[in-house]
């Protein structure tokens, strides 16, 4: 067999990176309900200890992706336990029939790209499958208004307050990082930004855009699957040229982040809950909520995300069998306060 058949025969994966909230797995449901017949599996890396995402996705009801094309990694980051967790799920994947034609791999919203990129140089990895690219999905939003996530004043005022934190902003690094390992990058929420805001955080891009990379720009998450998919890049093979913040690093954690699962009783007003998310963000310094709720009186399950104060809420599908339980991550800085969040979240007073 010829190196260039052996290429060939490998699967192409694309590797969706991104920072909390930007939109990745709204941009990979669109992709799966888009894919016109191509065979794809999913490897969902959460961050968190429930599968929020994942269950997201599987529940798209996609003959070519079936739930389990959908492998879920919910405890560690993948980007730090590559040979733990992503070489098994790529096993199981590997071993579906028919075969998968394509994998889409979302990352969490702090994983480093270049760490799971250079995973694909390892032997049992190589011969079988390639990366076709690197998407970084940015929230445009959150960069128009000079940040990398949406609700994040408090870093922001920090920074501004002493410059010394400039190079040591874990949060900036992974972002650097993402944007300086993409092939392609994907712009969200262009519908809630104006032409001053696009030129903005068009700007905020190009300080880290490598040379040649191309930026499109999204609303709601729709793209057209062509673009994402069969760039060909063969990004392992270049990875080593991509300088990132963690080059010189032996190894990195992700300890400025806690995040904790609350259990929510079934709700009567989907409107009135999300105000009490919005609270949480305001004065709880949550940066991301995700989950499902059951509500009164409705056979279908509510869809809940936040980043920071903006949430989103819609009924997606009926609750299964021994399903129905409501069960939200929340996710922000170290020292969240599970007790205080947890309080507002169930509409409790505040305690004077």
């Not at 969200?188 to 696009?198: M, P, R």
């Amino acid at each position: 067999m010829t190196a260039e058949t052996a290429s060939l025969a490998r699967v192409p994966c694309t590797i969706v990176t991104g920072f909390l909230g930007a939109g990745k797995t709204t941009l990979i449901r669109h992709v799966l309900e888009n894919a016109k017949g191509k065979r794809l599996a999913v490897i969902v890396n959460e961050f968190g200890d429930v599968g929020i995402d994942g269950d997201i996705l599987k529940g798209c009801g996609i003959e070519t992706c079936p739930e389990e094309n959908v492998v879920e990694l919910a405890n560690g980051c993948i980007c730090c336990t590559v040979a733990d967790d992503f070489v098994p799920a790529l096993d199981a994947i590997l071993s579906r029939s028919p075969r998968v034609d394509h994998i889409l791999i979302e990352t969490s919203g702090l994983a480093l790209p270049k760490p799971l990129v250079q995973a694909f140089h390892w032997p049992a990895i190589r011969s079988r499958v390639t990366v076709d690219g690197v998407v970084a999905v940015v929230d445009g939003e959150a960069l128009a208004a000079g940040r990398v996530a949406h609700d994040h004043d408090a870093l922001a005022e920090q920074r501004a307050a002493d410059a010394s934190l400039d190079h040591d902003d874990p949060i900036e690094e992974v972002f650097d990082d993402q944007i300086a390992c993409a092939d392609l990058v994907v712009l969200t929420k262009a519908d809630l930004i104006d032409a001053d805001g696009a030129v903005r955080a068009r700007a905020a891009l190009d300080a880290e855009l490598p040379k040649g990379v191309r930026v499109v720009n999204v609303t709601g998450g729709r793209l057209d699957p062509a673009v994402l998919l069969g760039l060909g890049v063969g990004t392992e093979d270049d990875i080593e040229n991509r300088r990132t913040h963690h080059d010189d690093e032996a190894e990195h954690d992700h300890d400025d982040f806690d995040s904790f699962v609350v259990e929510v009783p079934e709700i009567a007003d989907p409107a009135e809950f999300a105000a009490r998310v919005a609270k949480a963000a305001g004065e709880a310094e949550v940066l991301r909520v995700k989950g499902f709720l059951a509500v009164a009186g409705k056979p279908m399950r509510l869809l809940v995300q936040a980043v920071g104060p903006r949430v989103e809420h819609h009924f997606d599908r009926p609750w299964g069998a021994g399903e129905r339980a409501g069960r939200l991550v929340a996710i922000g800085l170290k020292g969240l306060d599970r007790a205080k969040v947890e309080s507002i979240l169930a509409g409790e007073p505040a305690v004077a």
